[in-house]
Structure formats: C-alpha cells, structure tokens
C-alpha cells in the first residue's frame, strides 16, 4: 500500500465537533496492527526463545526485563518529543506513517534464527533485536495512544473512544490467540524456527497496512491558543509532571496490572504444552480472554460514562482475581468450564486495559486545571513505559519462578517435574491475581470522576 495515494495531510475536525464512528474506527484499525505484532510477542516470544533458541527461561525473563529497562529511556523521550512536534498533519499522525515499516522489519527479526552455536552470543543477539523492536514499538504506540487527548477532550467521549479501541485490540489478541500457535504448526510441517518466521512475515505485513490507514483515516484537531503559543520549559513541564498526583496513581496501579496480565498469557502455553500436553490448547483460554475485549466494553463503557474511570478499573480487578483464583482452587475442571472462568477474568483484564490510557488523558486535564501547564505527550510516554516495565517485570518474575521450580527448557525426558507443573500454575493464576488486588487499592484514591472531569474541561476551555 502506497500511504502517498491514501493520506490526506490536511484534514482537521473542529476541536468542538462529535467523532465521527468512520473516524473512531479509523483510529481502532491502527492499534489492530500495532497489537498484532504486540500480542504475538506477548503470547510466544518467550515460548520461541525457550522452545526454539534453546534459552533458559531466567535468560528469556531478563531479555524481557532489560527491555523495560530500555524503555525507561525510549518512552519518556519519545513523550517530551512529541510534545514538541508541530506538523500540518499534526503532532502524533506522522509517525504512524514513517514508524510503520522499521516497526513491521524490528519485529520480524526477532523472530530469526541465526545459525549461533555459542549460547552467551545467541543471547545478546536476541537481547539486541528484542530491543530494536521494542524501539519501533514506542515509535508507534507511544503517539498512537497519546492521540487520545487530541481526537476529543470530553472524558465520556474519550470512554467510548477507549471502547472501540480495546475492541480491536481484543480482536488482535484473538487473532493471535486462536491461530497463532496453528499458523506456527502449519507453515513449519515440523520446524517450529521456520513457522514462527512465516507467520511473523504476515503479521508485519498486517501491521504496516493497518498503521497507514489508521494515519489516513485520522485527523488532529489545531492546537487551542493556550497550547499552540510557546512551550514551557523543562524545569516547568518536570514539576507540573512530579505534581500531577491523578498521574502518579495511574502509573503505579499500571506498574501493578500488566506485569500480572502478561504473566497469565504466558503461562497459559506452558500450561498448555505441559499439564494439558498440547501446545494448541492454548488457544482455548487465550481467545476467551481475546473474546472478552469485544464483549466486554458493552458493560464497561456504560458503566464507565455514567460512573468513572476508577470504578471501572476497581471493578475489573476485583472481577479478574476472583476468576484467576477458582482457576486454580478448580485446578480439575474439564476444558469448557475452564475456559468460561478464563473468560471470565478476561472481563476483568479488559475492564483495565481499556481504561489506563483515557485516564491519562483526564490526568493531563486535571493536571493542567491545577497547575497551569500542560503535560499530556511525557505522561503518555510515562504511563507507556509503566506498563512497559511491568510487563518486563512479569515475564522475569515469571522466569525466575520457572528456573526456581525445576522447569528444563524443551522438557526433561518428555515432561516437567510436579513441582514445575504446579509453579506454572500457581504463576498463571494466584500471582496475578494478587497484583490486581494492590493495582485496585492503589487506582481507589484516583480523584478525577466524570463530574470532576466536566468542571475542569468546562473552565480549561474558558481559559482559551
């Protein structure tokens, strides 16, 4: 696809005007591509570095951990960035065009398989391409989720938004999760190196075309007078940053969530591969939990316009540890209703997922309303790289776990000891459950309901 015939640099939408449903699905067809290559990274990468490279999974843990610690750099970078970026096409589009491709060929790379006998330089190799796609990753998502703040400022428009959003990122997880492990079996006819490379080759493809039409079917509004005149200056954005407590409690109760979502996702192919003995299980509790991202806005975003945010974050915690703990008291449910409980916590996960990054904007407003200065590009970048470190800190946490209880990577005589198997378990449901707990207590003390929202939106625009 040539972004040339298809872009239309510049369309804007008045700052005032309702979005359009040909505009928010715009916006959802590029986080369908960006979650393609997110979700297939999140559900086999460290299956394909254990399973096919022949790493141990504490070395797979850390490629994860070190990443988060990278994007401790690249996230908060990319935000102050982005704040300062001024284009026709606006500040966040542009690199939804020219992001696109070095994202899609990052991705693909990691996913080779270089012929490397010496394990301590298979390593850093993996390490090294783990990072330059984590790199292209910020590049796209970063802007793409910051673009919330710009596409509307009312907070019940930007929970619909947000609705329509994780619904084609749950129907990225649930491409990923039904067919992955299938496409993977069938373009490898035995050679798993060579099906992960064939699928991941279709995927990136996928992802470049979604991205562009997500930035052809997008429009910015201009910049209100009281952003579009001078910048502030560093010293005043990091102080209205440190002071935005609405944001701190989001980047915490993000920091508590998502390493516990990714360590459900992967534990459910160990799971799969080892107590069930088939691998394509998976499928099974991943597509309930893909599936639930579709159905389950139809609860939350109602909810969440006539409550808040916070209620609907509470909520899903609350949902989601109580479903991952009767997983495991349950431990001999038969597939199906193990698979509605999966089903089940997904609603809760969901309820999270799509909330974090509409909150932020609100915590950009709120922020503003108190402090005079407006940091709304870093605090997604923060907030990015939050969820970035908490992910990275799952998959080590889970590693470690692993190592700890025996698990041999590509199995021990065709099998984990029982103490392995338990300690799958036991990280794919008790764990995460109890960090969705603390991720709850932590988002009860987030101060920006929707009444408060409407005050502070109502006297920033009064401002202009």
């Given at each position: 696809?040539?972004?040339?015939?298809?872009?239309?640099?510049?369309?804007?939408?008045?700052?005032?005007?309702?979005?359009?449903?040909?505009?928010?699905?715009?916006?959802?067809?590029?986080?369908?591509?960006?979650?393609?290559?997110?979700?297939?990274?999140?559900?086999?990468?460290?299956?394909?570095?254990?399973?096919?490279?022949?790493?141990?999974?504490?070395?797979?843990?850390?490629?994860?951990?070190?990443?988060?610690?990278?994007?401790?750099?690249?996230?908060?970078?990319?935000?102050?960035?982005?704040?300062?970026?001024?284009?026709?096409?606006?500040?966040?589009?542009?690199?939804?065009?020219?992001?696109?491709?070095?994202?899609?060929?990052?991705?693909?790379?990691?996913?080779?398989?270089?012929?490397?006998?010496?394990?301590?330089?298979?390593?850093?190799?993996?390490?090294?391409?783990?990072?330059?796609?984590?790199?292209?990753?910020?590049?796209?998502?970063?802007?793409?989720?910051?673009?919330?703040?710009?596409?509307?400022?009312?907070?019940?428009?930007?929970?619909?938004?947000?609705?329509?959003?994780?619904?084609?990122?749950?129907?990225?997880?649930?491409?990923?999760?039904?067919?992955?492990?299938?496409?993977?079996?069938?373009?490898?006819?035995?050679?798993?190196?060579?099906?992960?490379?064939?699928?991941?080759?279709?995927?990136?493809?996928?992802?470049?075309?979604?991205?562009?039409?997500?930035?052809?079917?997008?429009?910015?509004?201009?910049?209100?007078?009281?952003?579009?005149?001078?910048?502030?200056?560093?010293?005043?954005?990091?102080?209205?940053?440190?002071?935005?407590?609405?944001?701190w409690l989001i980047f915490f109760g993000v920091i508590a969530f998502t390493g516990c979502y990714t360590m459900i996702n992967?534990?459910?192919?160990?799971?799969?591969?080892?107590?069930?003995?088939?691998?394509?299980?998976?499928?099974?509790?991943?597509?309930?939990?893909?599936?639930?991202?579709?159905?389950?806005?139809?609860?939350?975003?109602?909810?969440?316009?006539?409550?808040?945010?916070?209620?609907?974050?509470?909520?899903?915690?609350?949902?989601?540890?109580?479903?991952?703990?009767?997983?495991?008291?349950?431990?001999?449910?038969?597939?199906?209703?193990?698979?509605?409980?999966?089903?089940?916590?997904?609603?809760?996960?969901?309820?999270?997922?799509?909330?974090?990054f509409a909150a932020v904007a609100d915590a950009a407003d709120h922020g503003e309303w108190k402090s005079g200065v407006r940091?709304?590009?870093?605090?997604?970048?923060?907030?990015?790289?939050?969820?970035?470190?908490?992910?990275?800190?799952?998959?080590?946490?889970?590693?470690?776990?692993?190592?700890?209880?025996?698990?041999?990577?590509?199995?021990?005589?065709?099998?984990?000891?029982?103490?392995?198997?338990?300690?799958?378990?036991?990280?794919?449901?008790?764990?995460?459950?109890?960090?969705?707990?603390?991720?709850?207590?932590?988002?009860?003390?987030?101060?920006?309901?929707?009444?408060?929202?409407?005050?502070?939106?109502?006297?920033?625009?009064?401002?202009?």
């Amino acid at each position: 696809m040539d972004p040339r015939a298809i872009m239309k640099p510049d369309a804007v939408i008045p700052a005032a005007a309702g979005l359009p449903l040909g505009r928010q699905i715009g916006y959802g067809v590029g986080v369908y591509g960006i979650f393609l290559a997110w979700m297939m990274t999140a559900v086999t990468l460290m299956n394909f570095y254990t399973e096919v490279l022949g790493l141990s999974p504490a070395q797979a843990g850390t490629i994860f951990l070190v990443a988060s610690i990278w994007d401790a750099v690249t996230d908060p970078v990319m935000g102050w960035l982005n704040d300062r970026v001024r284009t026709r096409w606006g500040r966040y589009r542009p690199w939804l065009l020219f992001a696109a491709p070095p994202f899609a060929l990052a991705f693909l790379a990691m996913f080779a398989s270089p012929p490397v006998a010496d394990p301590a330089s298979l390593f850093a190799l993996a390490l090294a391409l783990h990072l330059l796609f984590r790199t292209t990753y910020t590049a796209v998502y970063m802007p793409y989720t910051a673009m919330i703040a710009r596409l509307s400022t009312s907070a019940r428009e930007r929970a619909q938004l947000a609705g329509v959003k994780n619904m084609f990122t749950a129907g990225a997880a649930l491409t990923i999760s039904f067919f992955a492990f299938d496409a993977i079996a069938w373009f490898g006819g035995g050679d798993d190196a060579r099906g992960f490379r064939i699928t991941a080759m279709l995927i990136a493809a996928v992802s470049v075309a979604a991205l562009w039409l997500c930035f052809a079917r997008t429009a910015e509004p201009p910049l209100p007078p009281r952003e579009a005149g001078a910048r502030p200056p560093l010293s005043a954005t990091l102080s209205a940053l440190v002071a935005n407590r609405a944001f701190w409690l989001i980047f915490f109760g993000v920091i508590a969530f998502t390493g516990c979502y990714t360590m459900i996702n992967k534990s459910i192919v160990y799971d799969a591969q080892w107590n069930l003995g088939d691998r394509t299980l998976a499928r099974y509790p991943l597509t309930a939990i893909a599936l639930a991202g579709i159905l389950s806005p139809l609860l939350w975003v109602p909810l969440s316009r006539r409550t808040s945010k916070r209620t609907v974050w509470m909520a899903g915690c609350l949902v989601g540890a109580l479903a991952l703990a009767l997983i495991w008291y349950l431990s001999d449910l038969p597939l199906w209703p193990r698979t509605a409980l999966f089903l089940a916590a997904g609603v809760g996960i969901h309820a999270v997922l799509m909330t974090f990054f509409a909150a932020v904007a609100d915590a950009a407003d709120h922020g503003e309303w108190k402090s005079g200065v407006r940091v709304e590009a870093l605090l997604f970048g923060c907030v990015s790289f939050a969820n970035k470190v908490s992910l990275g800190l799952g998959t080590w946490a889970l590693g470690l776990g692993l190592d700890a209880a025996g698990y041999v990577s590509g199995g021990a005589d065709g099998g984990q000891t029982q103490q392995a198997l338990a300690a799958i378990s036991l990280w794919m449901t008790l764990v995460p459950a109890a960090g969705f707990l603390v991720s709850a207590a932590i988002i009860a003390f987030f101060p920006v309901s929707n009444a408060v929202h409407a005050r502070v939106e109502a006297e920033l625009k009064a401002r202009t």
